[in-house]
C-alpha cells in the first residue's frame, strides 16, 4: 500500500515513510493511493480491539517493513479498554468510551500506536529521534506518555506558558526522563511556529533525527478507525444492525477515523460530527463556501480549531459537496447548551459529560425521534470528566471522582523549562538537551 498527498505532490511513499514524515512534502496529507476493501467475514474471528485493530490495519499496511510486527504493535497500543455503555434508562443511545488510556482522552489511542511503529522503525545503532510536539492541551500529554522511556527516542513538548490548565500542565510536564517540557513565552501559534523552524533547521538535522507526532500523522489516525471499526462490528454481530455514531470535532481526526472505517467496508451507518461554537464545518456543509477562521475558545477547548487541517482528507474523498453532505452531516452547540446538558443528562440519568462529550449529548437530546429509532445510536466520550472537573462539578454539584490512572499522574513531581520563543533558544535546549527533570518550572 502506498501513501499519496492530498495536494498531489511528490511521489507516493510507504506506510512507514507517510508514518515518520507526518506532513507530505507539498504541505498536503497522506491518504491511501487506493482503498482496501474489506468485509465483515475479513474480521471473523476477530473479537478483541487488538485483533480487530490488527485486521484492520494490514492491509494499509501490506508491503511495509511494519506489517510483519502489526499484531504486536495493535496489542501494544489496543491494551487500553474502550467499553461501549449503556446511557441510563430512556436515553436511548449507548456511550463509546474512551477516556480509560494513562491520560484519559482518546489521543492516547493514536500516541501508542505512533510510538509503537517509531520504536521499531528505529535501526539499530540509528543517531536519537528527537519528537517535537507543539500542544495546546491535550494532544502533547498523550504523545509524552506514549513515548515516556522508549529507548532511542526524545520527546520535546513545546506548550504556551500560563495558557494551558494546571491539570493540562502537570500532564505536559510530569515525565521526565527521555520528555522534556518547554513552558513557551508565547502563544501556542508561537509554539507551532518553533516546531516547524526547529524541523528545517540545519544545526539541528546534523545533531537528531526528527519527526512530528501531531494529530494528522497516519500513525494516529488508523487506530482511532480501529475502535470504530471493533465496536460497530460487536453491534452488527450482536444486533445484525449498523450503529450511528456522534462524535465530538475539532480537527476532524477522530471523526475522519470513523468514515475511513466506513469506508473500507464496516458496518457503520450515520456519522454526525458535534462541533463547538467554532463552526467552519457545519457551515461549509449546510452549502456555505468554505472559510476556514481564527478558533474561537470554548469549553470544550480541545475542539477549538477554526481551520480543521483533515478537511483536507475529507474532501480528498468526497471532492463534490453533495457527496460529503450524503457522507456526514454537523451540528454546532455552544457553551450555553453545552452546561445545560450536562446539569440536565447528570439529573436525568446520573451521567457525567466532559464538555467536548457534552456536544455529542445535545447532538442527541435534539435528535428527532423518527431519525433517533433508525438507531442504535452511539455517542463517542473523547475525554474523562475529571479532567475538566473545574467546569463539570459546579454544574452537577458534586465532585468528579477522578480515575486511577488521572491520580497517579497527578502525583508524580512536574518540571518544565522556560523558553523564550525563538528558534536559537529551542536549538540550544535540544542540544545542550539535559532530559533529566528537576529544570526550575
Ligand atoms: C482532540 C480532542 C477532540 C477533537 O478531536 P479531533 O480529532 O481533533 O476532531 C475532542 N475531544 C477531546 C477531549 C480531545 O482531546
Redesign the pocket.
Known sequence: MLYVSTRGGGPAVTFSAALLAGLAPDGGLYVPARWPQLSVSDFDGCTSLAEVAGALIAPFAAGDPLADELADMTAEACAIPAPLVPVGRGAGYSVLELFHGPTA???DFGAQFLAACMTRLRPAGARPLEILVATS???GGAVAAAFHGRAGIRVGVLFPQGLVSPLQQQQLTCWGDNVQAFAVRGSFDDCQRLVKAAFVDPQLRQRFDRSSAN?INLGRLLPQAAYHAATALAVWREQGVKPSFVI????????LACIWARHVGLPIGDIVLAHNANRAVADYLDGKPWQPRRSIATL?S??D?GD?SNMERLQALFPALPDLQAAVTAQVVDDGAIRQRISADYAAYGAIW?P?TATAAEVMARMPAARKARGPWIIVA??HPAKFSEIVAPLIGRAVPVPESLARLYQRPSASRPLEPRLEALRAALIDGDPAPGNTP
Not at 465530538?248 to 471523526?255: T, V
Open positions: 482522552a482518546f489521543k492541551g491535550d494532544t494529530s465530538p470535532s475539532g480537527n476532524l481526526g477522530n471523526a470544550a480541545a475542539m480549531v480543521p466532559c467536548h473523547t475525554a
